[in-house]
């Protein structure tokens, strides 16, 4: 099956997308199909890299699935990025149209990057205004299989500029299939997505897997408690994806009985605290069922099983999906060594966008390296340690963040940690810690240290603590340790 068919699963006459403005799937269908023929008439052609820039919305969902269903490439774009990154994308991907909510100002990311080629924005709001005058002839479209590439997702290049990992239809696909056999959504269902669409984890499992099940989906275009728990009730919402700081703030915002309609609640982007997970357990008496993904495998690797989750641990592998930890020299490890988590599978990208030497170290022996440290227990429940750039060595002893964040999200008036690497002459490295508190929390260093000595060996204590605001973080509510 390709992407765009997926719209084709739902009954023609349930509701596709609620809100302000309801659609069956019978609408949308049609939607999609005069976006089709509007992107055809201006000139994008099967194979081109189409970019998208919008938040959330019913129009972006139309969008992606029209540009698809042409042969053509997606090319989604956090719409945070200045615009210095948006033409380094479009240079890369060698952009000749952008698909805009609002028209771009770029003259200044022309600064940095000469552009080879014209970028042609076309505003959604324009050309859904036309369509609404003028019907544009189908087009006559070669047909093309699952293993069309379907998007070029950009990662956010923590160490450099960004890579753009390419997915298949088939990819996406399949992820989506194999994802909904462990979580079991139907058409009953009605699926929220307050995460950002142009990134993998809200698309394929908010978005597509709905699809592909003939469910609903609330769309909300941003993540506002306030916002979010009354669509939630106001919409009948089932089935919850979103990332550690949601579940933070729902926890300390939401009624019991405000959410008591949903029946599933999955988390993923990063790794979610346990004494999050835990607090959340004993407010609503529902676990959160903690996944664990990449872009470059588009996404869902792992997820907990809804009938025997553990915490801390990001679940069991998905069903036709290949896991592994492996040592440095990519031998695999028994259960309970540390060593990088490795995957293959249908839904591994075929690689980073004219980076050939990239896509053989990411990709090397046929297995995806994800940079992740991680175990497996004798049950074949996956745990990520921490990612391996941001372990932290001190006198040659190995120090994992996660394990003194779990332990600092456990004191009373923590509210979020991070902890990082820092130079230190004679050790190498120690590490840090910033700390949110709460409006009742004392950030008191002594008894913080205190309890971690308590808790910890010596040399993983911090060397230096920190109350900060506010932790910077993606869209998508993963810290950016690199900014700390």
Known sequence: MLVHQLIDQGKPTDIVFHGNKPMTYHQFQEEVVAYRNYFYHVGIRRGENVGLFSRNSIEYVCCYMAIASLGAVVVPINFQ????????????????????????????????????????????????SLLQQAVHPAPVLDDFDEDHDCVIIYTSGTTGNP???????????????TFNQVLHITQEDNVLCVLPMYHCFAWTCSVLNSLLCGSSITILDAFNPKETVAAIREYGVTVVFGVPPIYNFLTRLAAVKELSNVRIFVSGGASLPVEIAQQFHRVYGIHIM????????????????????????????????????????????????????VVRGPSVMKGYYHLPEDTAKALRGGWLHTGDLAYKDDEDYYFIVDRLKDMIITNGENIYPREIEELLYAYPGVVEAAVIGIPDALRGQQAAAYLVMSSEGA???????EYLLDNLAAYKVPKELFAVEALPKTATGKILKRLL
């Open 163 to 177: 890579k753009g990992a390419v997915l298949t239809h088939k990819n996406l696909v399949s992820n989506a299939n």
């Open 443 to 449: 950030f008191d260093k002594k008894a913080i240290r």
């Open 81 to 128: 990025l200045s615009s210095r990154e948006i033409v380094f994308i479009a240079k890369n991907a060698k952009m000749r149209y952008l698909v805009t909510m609002e028209n771009l100002d770029l003259s200044s990311g022309m600064q940095h990057y000469e552009l080879e080629q014209e970028i042609r924005q076309l505003i959604i709001s324009d050309f859904v």
């Open 290 to 341: 903690e996944g664990y993904g990449l872009s470059e495998a588009s996404p869902v690797v792992a997820l907990n099983p809804p009938a025997k989750p553990k915490y801390s641990s990001i679940g069991k592998a998905l069903p036709g999906l290949e896991v592994r930890i492996v040592d440095e020299n990519d031998q695999e490890l028994p259960s309970g060594k540390i060593g990088e988590l």
